[in-house]
């Protein structure tokens, strides 16, 4: 391929979000030296986020546990949540076993999380090939190529080399989040709130001075059905919570759509999938970023076992994570069916049953 450096490598990761980033992390740990990271062009992230308590501890499995801090991540008091009710209930952090929950700014955490990573970078914005060389895939960008024993998928719900492989994916849900960056009413709050409502639901997260807010609705509970008559009935919606955050016209915000599912089988021969790119979750759940980072360092070690000739080590995660999928799903219904208020609106009514799919089974 004219003007295209040809390397070697063992392992090459596509992707550098949290479960990239992870991944590289610990397979550096582990010994494994010759690992590509290939950042490629990523989606935008929510200014802000509130990370689940259990994210400390993968921190910690990849030596980042000061991650929270450089990025200035400060902790939950508590959530506050109007779920199948109209009364809001708190929940002090001091309550959960597992510590309080963590409000960060996402690009921030992100960084800090690539920082003092040395390895070598695939240049390249767009994943332009991905076919089998022998035992290994050869991966093309707009700028370089490589052939690599094992690729890792980390490219979100885009999922790109998989769909190079010709995997397919099976959404369950498919929904529109506004995500806003307001005025707290109350700037010494540091509590995260929750609340549904007919056309969808939302969370508000403090960050800093500021508070991050999300909405996520559904294009077809909207005249017109499209995402950007979705994002205009959600911006009306935001500017109607004066209880909990002030929205002016004026405020910054974006829409982008959001999907809950995974892949009809997140490995094979020579790669894997990891974080959203495998199975994204229902963004209510709030485990995104540590189901990625968990991902990444669960990926990392069954490479290397791959590596050492163990050849059953990436089917033993890929049927992890097929598992974690199949449940994630079914205590979504049952958290869906609690808000019983609005059951027959449109986005409520679009969500029964809505199981996992057979080839999960």
Sequence with gaps: MRGVA????????????????????????????????????????????TLAPEVR????????????????????????????????RGRPSILSPEGPAWHVDRGAFDRRLAEGLELRRLAGARLRDLEREGEGLRVRTDVDEITARFVVDATGSAALAAGRLGVGRRVVDRMVALCARGRPIDPGT????????????WYASPIGEAT???????????????VAAAARAAWTQLLLLPRHVRLDEAATWSA???????????????????????????????????LALEDGVRSAEALARALAGDRGAIEGEVERVRGRGREHLEA??????????????PFWRARRGRAAPPSWG
């Design 256 to 290: 982008r759509v959001v999907t809950v599912g995974g892949l009809e089988r997140p490995g094979g021969a020579g790669w894997i999938a990891i974080g959203d790119a495998a199975f994204a979750p229902d963004p209510m759940a709030g485990m995104g970023v540590t």
């Design 57 to 88: 501890g993968w921190l910690r499995a990849i030596g980042r546990d000061d991650a929270l801090a450089a990025a200035g991540a400060a902790p939950s008091a508590a959530t506050i949540a109007a779920w199948g009710e109209p009364v809001a």
């Design 212 to 226: 991050s807010v999300v909405w996520v609705t559904d294009p077809r509970a909207h005249r017109g059905g499209t």
């Design 332 to 345: 979504r219904e049952e958290h869906l069916e609690g808000e019983a208020r609005f059951a027959d609106a």
């Design 190 to 201: 540091a509590a995260l709130a929750v609340e549904s409502a007919a056309d969808g639901w």
């Design 6 to 49: 040809a390397l070697e490598a063992d392992v090459v990761i596509l992707g550098a979000g949290p479960a990239g980033l992870a991944c590289a992390r610990r397979l550096i740990d582990l010994g494994v030296e010759r690992v590509v990271l290939a950042p490629l062009r990523g989606r935008a992230r929510p200014w802000g986020e």
